[in-house]
Nanobody
Framework: QVQLVESGGGSVQAGGSLRLSCAAS????????MAWYRQAPGKQRDLVAV???????NYAESVKGRFTISRDNAKNTVYLQMNSLKPEDTGVYRC???????WGQGTQVTVSS
């Protein structure tokens, strides 16, 4: 059984920073890309960023230049450094092993103006 556990969410003012972590445990060897998604109340879930095993990254246009996704393959952990946060970044952030059904439980990020 594979588990993904996120941490690092919280409440910050606009312009602040947060760092999210997602640790994978269980019988897994993470060859897959890893991704962060977010979902605001009443809205669809959106892809925020993706990182391949080799480190290549892709970002949603709305977070480019502000967010950085990275991974530590030895620790089976993916990170999301979020800077210059805006109120529209508010939502539940969940990590996902790409091309799998494995999702974390989510961590709440709230950005106040």
């Amino acid at each position: 059984q594979v588990q993904l556990v996120e941490s690092g969410g919280g409440s910050v003012q606009a312009g602040g920073s947060l760092r999210l972590s997602c640790a994978a445990s269980g019988r897994i060897y993470l060859n897959n890309a890893m991704a962060w998604y977010r979902q605001a109340p009443g809205k669809q879930r959106d892809l925020v960023a993706v990182v391949a095993r080799g480190g290549n990254t892709n970002y949603a246009e709305s977070v480019k230049g502000r967010f950085t996704i990275s991974r530590d393959n030895a620790k089976n952990t993916v990170y999301l450094q979020m800077n210059s946060l805006k109120p529209e970044d508010t939502g539940v952030y969940r990590c996902n092993i790409v091309d799998s059904t494995y999702w974390g439980q989510g961590t709440q990020v709230t950005v106040s103006s």
